[in-house]
């Protein structure tokens, strides 16, 4: 049987390989001219590959249609992908998160791992090569045309061009066209994984600065609904707020209903417990605490051992207290208000910044219209799907990475069902 696998990303390199070790030969097609560009800059650079949940654990962290995602993870594990990376003499650690990153902390250094095991399986790759065309024959596929005009036949074609975000690295939506020309239904296409644009004079007066240990709270003000809770880090931006909490908060917003009305109406918020650890009654004592040795100073001065330096002035203009008021004439009622603000800061978010920032892109292929168990189309026969093109996402923490050599195995076996 031979096979063509479109797309060079970790999906498509993951169907190669597994296509070739199958007995299949084997071409990956990448319109760059080098393979795993996006992969390359997956954590800051340093690769999250996986996490070390449990692989059961997965689908709970794939708001974007995990159950659709059962055989794959069956078929292709967590441990599959370590084992693949160590029988390759890469070594893995855990950190925090569960999350499962190189010893060497160098996201090339699992490329490597993945281009070894295509060259030592006699893959034949073909760079600066773009699919102008899947070719069919009465609802089977043949072949793909190239954009320069060459035809290469084939009885087996994986389409794995990821989405569209990080556009840079080649990810531009080709692979929807192609499906749409053969009858696919391409679903909503989002950005998920995103950074939130925010009430852009408080973030921006905090611009820069990256809180650690924070609790967050996105809610729905007009249903009073909790949407999603997360702690950890989180950054300002001149846009609005970043960083792991918000990013996985987005994989929530970017499904929920009328969503963008409710950005519009201001009626999403997000709520930034800056103390997690005191409760308001404990906080309260603690800045009374420290303001016995700094009486006579004023407001503006006595923050700085607990707050940033940068969230003191914004914080300050909050509470609506004069900065030059000294510390002895602050009463208990504006001390409370000041251990709200703290315990509560919130921030109106006005929506998400664009797909080309995204991690991850929201929809994609209908997953009514492809076979859960090997990926194959409903409508095509012969043509399979894998990784970001396919309608799911999940949160941070190596999930992505996961969907996209489980459903690059699965694709790449030889599954009659």
């Not at 560009?37 to 709970?60: M, P, Q, V």
């Not at 070719?135 to 043949?142: A, E, H, I, T």
């Not at 009073?224 to 909490?245: Q, R």
């Amino acid at each position: 049987m031979k096979t063509i696998v479109i797309g060079g990303g970790p999906a498509g390199m993951m169907s190669a390989i597994t296509s070739a070790k199958n007995g299949n030969e084997t071409i990956l097609i990448e319109k760059n001219n080098s393979l795993g560009k996006k992969l390359l800059i997956t954590g800051k650079g340093r690769c999250n590959i996986t996490s070390a949940l449990d692989i059961n654990e997965f689908i709970s962290n794939i708001p974007g249609n995990g159950k659709f995602l059962y055989s794959c993870f069956q078929n292709f594990s967590n441990i599959d992908i370590i084992k693949l990376l160590k029988d390759n003499g890469l070594e893995v650690k855990k950190e925090r998160g569960n999350r499962i990153f190189p010893v060497t902390d160098k996201s090339v250094d699992v490329l490597n791992c993945f281009i070894n095991e295509l060259k030592k399986n006699k893959v034949i790759i073909k760079n600066n090569s773009r699919v102008k065309k899947i070719l069919v024959k009465q609802d089977v596929v043949s072949g793909v045309e190239l954009e320069n005009g060459e035809i290469i036949y084939a009885d087996k074609i994986i389409l794995a061009t990821g989405g569209k975000s990080y556009s840079l690295t080649g990810s531009n939506g080709d692979g929807y066209i192609l499906a749409k020309e053969l009858g696919h239904t391409i679903t909503e296409i989002k950005p998920s994984i995103v950074p939130l644009k925010a009430d852009e004079v408080l973030c921006s007066s905090m611009q820069g600065l990256s809180l650690k240990n924070v609790k967050i709270i996105i809610k729905d003000e007009e249903k009073n609904k909790k949407i999603y809770e997360d702690f950890g880090e989180m950054l300002f931006t001149h846009f609005g707020v970043s960083g792991p909490t918000i990013l996985s908060s987005s994989a929530h917003l970017v499904r929920y209903k009328n969503i963008k009305k409710l950005f519009d109406e201001n009626k999403i918020k997000l709520v930034i417990d800056l103390k997690p650890a005191l409760s308001l009654e404990e906080l309260d004592s603690r800045i009374l605490k420290d303001w016995e040795e700094l009486k006579n100073k004023e407001f503006k001065n006595s923050l700085d051992k607990l707050l940033p330096q940068k969230a003191i002035m914004p914080i300050i203009n909050l509470t609506k207290i004069s900065p030059t008021k000294k510390v002895n004439e602050i009463n208990k009622e504006e001390r409370r208000k000041l251990a709200q603000i703290i315990k509560g800061l919130e921030i109106n978010i006005k929506g998400f910044r664009n797909i080309e920032e995204a991690i991850v892109t929201a929809g994609g292929i209908s997953i009514k219209e492809i076979n859960p168990k090997t990926m194959e189309s409903k409508i095509i026969n012969g043509l399979f799907f894998a990784g970001e093109i396919i309608d799911v996402d999940a949160y941070t923490g190596g999930f992505n990475l996961q969907i996209a050599y489980s459903t690059g195995f699965t694709a790449g076996s030889n599954i009659n069902i």
